[in-house]
């Protein structure tokens, strides 16, 4: 039977900055059977930690079907990664998972829209680097609402030229520098683009990730298209910690977030109770 609670050493390949308090981690197991093991879906997240200093959830953020690393994001917000920001190259770190459950699957016949604010564009991130491996049918609609407060919060800015290649990326400021020359305000005002009309709304799944508020807003806005529940996905990434249900303090009702989500469906959580 497998442990759910016992590490896995990995190693750090590269590390990217990618603002003042976010850093980009390329991870690959130390035992290559561990390495050719390892598969997760989009959405799903691992435990990170370092011995004597705990360990905590992070989404993975990089293409599943890339066998060789995958990657997460570390934002420096507390004693943990505070640590994990010093490390170097060839430091290893250990991890648990892959957990929960992710989006569903990605395949090229799905017209998508996915919606980050801030921090929220980590988990889509596999997603995308996932549309890329795979290859994109033409006939098909990749859509990217993205927003943040400012230019400097940008996560993986210098991949967009690559994304649009195959997806139509939209981003929005809310304050912007004077040089900025894009959308600005909220990421809801993004719905005003012409783009989105082009799709018909009753085929498209969107996915979301990024602060609750950011939901109230943007569900409205994707109900107004018609968009029916069941295709609205959220991931809540909501106080998980052991990551399986058996510490319970992500726990909503009968259902565990790192157990039963993060990603639901809106139809799903309107049946909870928060």
């Not at 039963?260 to 809106?266: H, R």
């Given at each position: 039977m497998k442990n759910f609670y016992q590490p896995q050493a990995?190693?750090?390949?590269?590390?990217?900055?990618?603002?003042?308090?976010?850093?980009?981690?390329?991870?690959?197991?130390?035992?290559?059977?561990?390495?050719?093991?390892?598969?997760?879906?989009?959405?799903?997240?691992?435990?990170?930690?370092?011995?004597?200093?705990?360990?905590?959830?992070?989404?993975?953020?990089?293409?599943?079907?890339?066998?060789?690393?995958?990657?997460?994001?570390?934002?420096?917000?507390?004693?943990?990664?505070?640590?994990?920001?010093?490390?170097?190259?060839?430091?290893?770190i250990q991890i648990?998972?892959?957990?929960?459950?992710?989006?569903?699957?990605?395949?090229?016949?799905?017209?998508?829209?996915?919606?980050?604010?801030?921090?929220?564009?980590?988990?889509?991130?596999?997603?995308?680097?996932?549309?890329?491996?795979?290859?994109?049918?033409?006939?098909?609609?990749?859509?990217?609402?993205?927003?943040?407060?400012?230019?400097?919060?940008?996560?993986?800015k210098d991949e967009y030229k690559e994304w649009e290649k195959f997806l139509d990326l939209h981003i929005i400021l809310e304050k912007p520098n004077s040089k900025w020359k894009g959308s600005i305000g909220l990421i809801t005002a993004l719905f005003n683009e012409p783009e989105l009309l082009k799709t018909k709304s009753y085929q498209i799944k969107a996915f979301l990730c990024g602060p609750p508020i950011m939901y109230k807003f943007v569900i409205q806005k994707l109900k107004e298209l018609k968009i029916s529940d069941k295709n609205i996905f959220l991931s809540l990434e909501r106080r998980m910690h052991c990551g399986v249900g058996i510490c319970q303090h992500c726990a909503i009702n009968s259902k565990y977030v790192c157990k039963?989500?993060?990603?639901?469906?809106?139809a799903e959580i309107q049946e909870m109770s928060f």
């Open positions: 990995v190693i750090i390949k590269n590390i990217k900055i990618q603002t003042k308090d976010v850093k980009l981690f390329t991870l690959r197991f130390k035992k290559e059977k561990d390495q050719k093991n390892f598969f997760f879906v989009p959405g799903q997240f691992i435990e990170a930690g370092l011995f004597g200093f705990g360990e905590a959830p992070f989404a993975l953020c990089s293409s599943n079907l890339n066998e060789n690393f995958f990657q997460i994001c570390v934002r420096r917000v507390g004693q943990l990664t505070e640590k994990m920001h010093k490390l170097k190259i060839g430091d290893e648990r998972g892959p957990y929960g459950q992710g989006f569903l699957e990605i395949n090229n016949s799905t017209n998508l829209l996915l919606i980050g604010g801030g921090i929220g564009l980590i988990p889509l991130r596999a997603v995308i680097q996932t549309i890329k491996d795979k290859g994109q049918n033409k006939n098909n609609k990749i859509i990217l609402f993205y927003g943040a407060k400012n230019y400097n919060e940008l996560l993986f039963d989500g993060p990603v639901f469906n809106l």
